[in-house]
């Protein structure tokens, strides 16, 4: 069969009956209810991880209405014969997913949340046909299915259709629950003391959850996924034989992400061996628990684009898929001090931090340990060594993906915040001629910005570009003219002029002269400013720029 993958498929049976290529992790079925045994258990995970497959793929298991044996052949769970003819589609089972719950008011988002909820009444319409129904327990339900149930019906609604599933089918219930946090998370950001927003989709998710997971004789067992496990609040207090396992704990810590073992049979399905290196460099790196592993979902979407192009590049697919404001509300934070940190982990380096999987989303900002925490337990900072415990642990950037993130927030954080007066002192400089002041312009700047030793020439090349972007002329990076691609073209249009910048990145100070001169030399080889007089611009000066980690040397190429 032809290797393919599903990108952007968490449907357990659709992969399988696709025939798309699955990584076995259903061996964590076993795990969970033979030897750990908890009556609630809560995995966090950082977003793209493969939460939502693995609730998928639990859902086939269990669900007794539904046949999965053919879906599960040949699977490691088929191993353990006993236990599948014990568990193996014998346990009515209620799904739902609160990562949709969300909008600018809570009112909406309540909305959205009673609407999730009556959808899950449709798919389960069934039971209000059952005698062994009572009427209450029916009208609850027509309330919940055309949204008119009261606010005490609808954080009941999830034991009430457990209680009707027991009485139809004469057996406990299992419970999933994903994404969980959602709702506080996003209220959490539009909150406000005015319509005190978070603290109302609190106490709606803390009575569903509470109603649903305390005492409740219905529950055979609750899985819930989320990205933090929210302390403090009492969503979870109380609950019998809870278990929360989260990234820095060792329990099940192989089973969300992919192992490098589990990479490398991949890309040789894939007949890709030969990208093993670069696979382990971008998207590798993250230790959870005891145990390194892969982001699933930037593996499988380079694969995809390998099937496609074999010559396809990587990139970074969280750019478009994560929130990354996080990053930014961190590092624009002046209290905490956190650019020197920064700096370090850039640099390919570790911090020391107290980290904690503890956390309240109305706190988060409150101190630096707990924007630390944050940025663990949600992937773009992982432990340096899987070995070490205890609360205090060193962290490190786990790979290129996530390092482009950083350098990208960092870039951010420069444009909003670098003073428009400097920039147009460096632009004065530049159309003047004038090397010194444009040296000592640029300098400035990239003291102004976090920055780091290990620097590619990229970075400085978008460092350029973000300083001239947006004060009133044309930029153009490394857009193809004359032999080659100048790194920066920058028109002044309304004056006629333009400016011709090359780059290079020196290995010391004293080789920044000679690197200024082997730019102008690249400039005049590859003619980058051939035909702009012909274009009808009186004024063309070349540039080229040296940098030493936060130092620059401008020098313009004689006329």
Same mark, same amino acid.
């Given at each position: 069969?032809?290797?393919?993958?599903?990108?952007?498929?968490? !449907?357990? $049976?659709?992969?399988?009956?696709?025939?798309?290529?699955?990584? !076995?992790?259903?061996? #964590?079925?076993?795990?969970?209810?033979a030897?750990?045994? *908890?009556?609630?258990?809560?995995?966090?995970?950082?977003?793209?991880?493969?939460?939502?497959?693995?609730?998928?793929?639990?859902?086939?298991?269990?669900?007794?209405?539904? !046949?999965?044996?053919?879906?599960f052949?040949?699977?490691?769970?088929?191993?353990?014969?006993?236990?599948?003819?014990?568990?193996?589609n014998?346990?009515?089972?209620?799904?739902?997913?609160?990562?949709?719950?969300?909008?600018?008011?809570?009112?909406?988002?309540?909305d959205?949340?009673?609407?999730?909820?009556?959808?899950?009444?449709?798919?389960?319409?069934?039971?209000?046909?059952?005698?062994?129904?009572?009427?209450?327990?029916?009208?609850?339900?027509?309330?919940?299915?055309?949204?008119?149930?009261?606010?005490?019906?609808?954080?009941?609604?999830?034991?009430?259709?457990?209680?009707?599933?027991?009485?139809?089918?004469?057996?406990?219930?299992?419970?999933?629950?994903?994404?969980?946090?959602?709702?506080?998370?996003?209220?959490?950001?539009?909150?406000?003391?005015?319509?005190?927003?978070?603290?109302?989709?609190?106490?709606?998710?803390?009575?569903?959850?509470?109603?649903?997971?305390?005492? *409740?004789?219905?529950?055979?067992?609750?899985?819930?996924?989320?990205?933090?496990?929210?302390?403090?609040?009492?969503?979870?207090?109380?609950?019998?034989?809870?278990?929360?396992?989260?990234?820095?704990?060792?329990?099940?810590?192989?089973?969300?992400?992919?192992?490098?073992?589990?990479?490398?049979?991949?890309?040789?399905?894939?007949?890709?061996?030969?990208?093993?290196?670069?696979?382990?460099?971008?998207?590798?790196?993250?230790?959870?628990?005891?145990?390194?592993?892969?982001?699933?979902?930037?593996?499988?979407?380079?694969? &995809?684009s #390998?099937?496609?192009?074999?010559?396809?590049?990587?990139?970074?697919?969280?750019?478009?898929?994560?929130? *990354?404001?996080?990053?930014?509300?961190?590092?624009?934070?002046?209290?905490?001090?956190?650019?020197?940190?920064?700096?370090?982990?850039?640099?390919?380096?570790?911090?020391?931090?107290?980290?904690?999987?503890?956390l309240?989303?109305?706190?988060?900002? &409150?101190? $630096?340990?707990?924007?630390?925490?944050?940025?663990?337990?949600?992937?773009?900072?992982?432990?340096?060594?899987?070995?070490?415990?205890?609360?205090?642990?060193?962290?490190?950037?786990?790979?290129?993906?996530?390092?482009?993130?950083f350098?990208d927030?960092?870039?951010?954080?420069?444009?909003?915040?670098?003073?428009?007066?400097?920039?147009?002192?460096l632009?004065?400089?530049?159309?003047?001629?004038?090397?010194?002041?444009? &040296?000592k312009?640029?300098?400035?700047?990239?003291?102004?910005t976090?920055?780091?030793?290990?620097?590619h020439?990229?970075?400085?090349?978008?460092?350029?570009?973000?300083?001239?972007?947006?004060?009133?002329?044309?930029?153009?990076?490394?857009?193809?003219?004359? #032999?080659?691609?100048?790194?920066?073209?920058?028109?002044?249009?309304? *004056?006629?002029?333009v400016?011709?910048?090359?780059?290079?990145?020196?290995?010391?100070?004293?080789?920044?002269?000679?690197?200024?001169?082997?730019?102008?030399?690249?400039?005049?080889?590859?003619?980058?400013?051939d035909?702009?007089?012909?274009?009808?611009?009186?004024?063309?000066?070349?540039?080229?720029?040296?940098?030493?980690?936060?130092?620059?040397?401008?020098?313009?190429?004689?006329?």
């Amino acid at each position: 069969m032809e290797f393919a993958v599903a990108v952007g498929t968490s !449907d357990f $049976e659709e992969i399988r009956t696709e025939g798309d290529y699955y990584v !076995d992790k259903t061996e #964590l079925i076993y795990e969970l209810v033979a030897k750990a045994r *908890n009556k609630v258990a809560l995995f966090t995970r950082p977003r793209r991880f493969g939460k939502t497959l693995m609730m998928s793929m639990l859902k086939n298991f269990f669900d007794i209405r539904k !046949d999965s044996r053919a879906i599960f052949e040949g699977l490691d769970i088929m191993r353990h014969e006993d236990f599948c003819k014990k568990w193996m589609n014998q346990r009515p089972v209620i799904f739902i997913s609160l990562k949709d719950v969300e909008a600018g008011s809570f009112e909406v988002a309540y909305d959205s949340l009673k609407g999730l909820i009556a959808d899950l009444c449709g798919e389960l319409s069934g039971l209000v046909k059952s005698p062994a129904v009572s009427p209450a327990d029916s009208d609850i339900f027509n309330r919940l299915m055309f949204k008119t149930a009261t606010d005490a019906e609808v954080k009941g609604s999830l034991k009430t259709l457990m209680r009707m599933l027991y009485v139809v089918y004469g057996r406990k219930v299992i419970l999933m629950i994903d994404e969980y946090d959602v709702p506080l998370a996003r209220a959490s950001e539009r909150n406000t003391p005015e319509n005190r927003f978070y603290q109302r989709m609190l106490d709606v998710i803390r009575g569903l959850m509470s109603a649903a997971l305390k005492d *409740n004789e219905f529950l055979e067992l609750a899985v819930i996924t989320g990205c933090l496990r929210i302390a403090k609040e009492s969503i979870f207090t109380g609950t019998n034989n809870f278990a929360s396992y989260s990234v820095l704990d060792k329990e099940f810590s192989r089973y969300f992400g992919f192992t490098d073992e589990e990479v490398g049979r991949m890309l040789e399905a894939a007949d890709r061996k030969e990208r093993v290196s670069t696979v382990r460099d971008w998207y590798d790196g993250y230790v959870f628990g005891t145990s390194h592993v892969y982001c699933p979902w930037d593996v499988i979407n380079y694969l &995809s684009s #390998l099937r496609n192009n074999p010559a396809a590049r990587p990139k970074c697919y969280w750019k478009n898929s994560s929130h *990354n404001g996080i990053l930014y509300s961190f590092v624009k934070r002046p209290e905490f001090k956190v650019g020197g940190k920064f700096e370090i982990l850039m640099n390919g380096g570790t911090v020391e931090q107290t980290v904690s999987d503890m956390l309240t989303y109305d706190t988060l900002h &409150s101190s $630096e340990d707990n924007l630390w925490s944050v940025l663990v337990m949600t992937g773009y900072v992982t432990k340096a060594d899987p070995d070490e415990d205890g609360e205090t642990v060193h962290l490190r950037i786990p790979n290129r993906e996530v390092a482009t993130i950083f350098q990208d927030t960092v870039a951010r954080l420069f444009l909003d915040t670098v003073d428009r007066s400097v920039q147009d002192g460096l632009m004065d400089a530049l159309w003047k001629g004038d090397e010194t002041a444009a &040296s000592k312009a640029i300098s400035n700047l990239l003291w102004r910005t976090i920055s780091y030793n290990d620097y590619h020439e990229d970075y400085y090349h978008a460092f350029l570009a973000g300083v001239f972007t947006g004060i009133g002329y044309e930029v153009q990076s490394n857009k193809e003219k004359g #032999l080659g691609r100048p790194d920066i073209l920058l028109l002044d249009d309304d *004056n006629r002029r333009v400016l011709v910048i090359e780059a290079k990145k020196s290995k010391s100070e004293a080789d920044m002269e000679g690197d200024c001169m082997t730019a102008l030399n690249q400039i005049e080889r590859k003619k980058y400013a051939d035909g702009l007089y012909e274009y009808g611009y009186t004024q063309v000066r070349c540039y080229g720029i040296a940098f030493f980690r936060k130092q620059a040397k401008v020098v313009l190429a004689k006329e």
